[in-house]
């Protein structure tokens, strides 16, 4: 009955509907006088140029397809998918109250996204009760992808945050380490009426002046349950969903623990061969980062991508690159380096957009995608948080033209395989109460939408009519992707053929 409910819904969906609304051009010169002077002289014509000469150079080719058809046939060229991935955080699917709601935040993937992040949290949603999985969204989710052609990213195999940790394992923490004045003094417990983590990385100090061997030696039972019950998690997700799934972030936020911190001592967090590491997270399995990506290896099929996903704004990218350089050489697949950007805070949207935040600047960005584009993966911007930093024309128009011209910048980069937008709605985020959506809360859209529609769906999509030479052949030079070639032959039938400029 489900599966007949949503094929019932993807006919509706088919059918576009979404709200009513009629779209409308994008033109950014339409919102800049939200921006000052500072910004433009970062994002300058020269600037604007070497983007549109980046753009063509790394996100188009050259095509030649033989048809065999007479010379001079007119030929209808229509791109129909992108090769580069460009996506939304896909967990509110199915989550809101009123059917045109949910209506309108799935359509965004058939407008739009090519790409979906769908939300593996260990103990908020996947597993809450030991042993109990939740699958059942999960697998309406990958059927709709599946509908809709739409790559499916799974979030996020392993993250030691005990905001997803499930409770049932907290709980298996030494009692007697609980009762240590330090644990007591720094761990903040979570509050449900606050219905927020005061300290999403609470037990980080669980392991007090204990250096790794020392809490080991000491509580033998826990270490071994730690690395056990976090290796069957890795097994558990990848035998349900490794066949289903086309990558994966098999380990989230650790590059923190693989840099010193004067707070935690000189004794290292990450021990390779160790027992138990002294992650910022709290006692988590000895060397996890590498043991999760060997282990996700040897369970996941060999066509499934393995990323790393880290926050690459506000933190050291140079931490970042080292530690996926230490990993890549211990003998770690991984093919995606993820780079994570949440603008959570008002005071940086608007410095961004005076032109005053500097580390925002193209020059800056570029400087942190070049140190990661240094090793042999691909780059994937995983998790875009772009926030209007108010609720009125103003901000709403700060938040388009950042996003546009992020997204040309992005795009435009070598290395770069995909695009990721967080929140696709405002104030949906119980933790994230930002306006930070395509969609505002009643699932209108914001100029933030027609400016990504503008580039994903017109200037970076080819489509055109070309006409057959001498030989039978037709060559055009578009953006990467699928594309359908419709002819008609000599008989006057329509004739079409799909193929792919690579």
Not at 56 to 61: C, F, P, S, T, V
Not at 99 to 106: S, T, V
Not at 394 to 412: C, D, K, M, P, T
Request: aromatic share 12%; glycine share 6%; net charge neutral.
């Amino acid at each position: 009955m489900k599966k007949k409910l949503l094929l019932s819904a993807v006919v509706a969906l088919t059918a576009g509907c979404l709200c009513g609304q009629s779209d409308k051009k994008f033109d950014v010169r339409d919102y800049e006088y939200a921006m000052g002077e500072k910004y433009f002289k970062l994002w300058n014509d020269d600037e604007q140029a070497r983007i549109d000469r980046d753009i063509e150079k790394n996100r188009k080719a050259d095509g030649v397809f033989d048809l065999q058809i007479p010379a001079g046939t007119e030929v209808k060229v229509e791109q129909t998918r992108h090769a580069f991935y460009f996506g939304a955080f896909f967990a509110m699917y199915d989550r809101f109250e009123r059917k045109a709601e949910n209506d309108a935040f799935n359509q965004l993937w058939i407008d739009l996204f090519n790409s979906a992040t769908i939300p593996f949290y260990w103990g908020l949603s996947f597993e809450k009760e030991e042993g109990v999985f939740a699958t059942a969204r999960i697998d309406d989710m990958i059927a709709f992808c599946d509908a809709h052609q739409v790559r499916k990213h799974g979030h996020p195999i392993i993250w030691g945050s005990n905001v997803v940790v499930p409770k049932w394992v907290l709980e298996k923490f030494p009692a007697e380490a609980r009762e240590t004045e330090f644990f007591k003094k720094e761990y903040h417990e979570f509050s449900d009426a606050a219905k927020t983590r005061k300290n999403p990385t609470a037990y980080w100090c669980a392991m007090g002046d204990l250096t790794e061997g020392e809490f080991a030696a000491k509580y033998p039972d826990y270490v071994r349950y730690i690395n056990e019950i976090y290796a069957k998690r890795i097994v558990d997700v990848c035998t349900m969903y490794g066949d289903k799934i086309d990558s994966w972030d098999v380990v989230n936020e650790s590059v923190a623990d693989s840099v010193a911190q004067p707070y935690y001592g000189d004794a290292p967090r990450l021990v390779p061969g160790g027992k138990v590491s002294k992650s910022i997270y709290g006692a988590l399995p000895g060397d996890y980062v590498w043991r999760s990506f060997k282990m996700a290896e040897a369970c996941l099929p060999a066509s499934a991508w393995l990323n790393i996903n880290d926050v690459i704004y506000g933190n050291p990218v140079d931490n970042y690159a080292a530690q996926i350089k230490n990993l890549l050489a211990r003998g770690a697949k991984i093919d995606a380096i993820g780079c994570q950007m949440h603008i959570f805070k008002v005071p940086v949207t608007e410095k961004m957009a005076s032109g005053e935040a500097y580390e925002q600047s193209p020059e800056m960005v570029r400087r942190a995608l070049d140190k990661l584009s240094e090793l042999p993966c691909k780059l994937h911007l995983s998790e875009i948080t772009i926030m209007a930093p108010t609720d009125d024309a103003r901000g709403e128009a700060i938040q388009a033209v950042l996003a546009y011209n992020l997204y040309r910048l992005w795009f435009s980069y070598p290395a770069m395989s995909g695009i990721t937008w967080w929140n696709t709605v405002d104030h949906v985020s119980k933790a994230e109460d930002f306006a930070s959506g395509i969609l505002r809360r009643d699932m209108s859209k914001k100029p933030v939408y027609f400016a990504l529609d503008d580039l994903i769906n017109r200037q970076w999509k080819t489509n055109l009519t070309v006409k057959a030479d001498a030989d039978g052949k037709i060559a055009f030079r578009g953006f990467k992707g699928v594309y359908r070639l419709t002819w008609r032959d000599q008989t006057g039938k329509m004739q079409q053929k799909d193929v792919k400029v690579q």
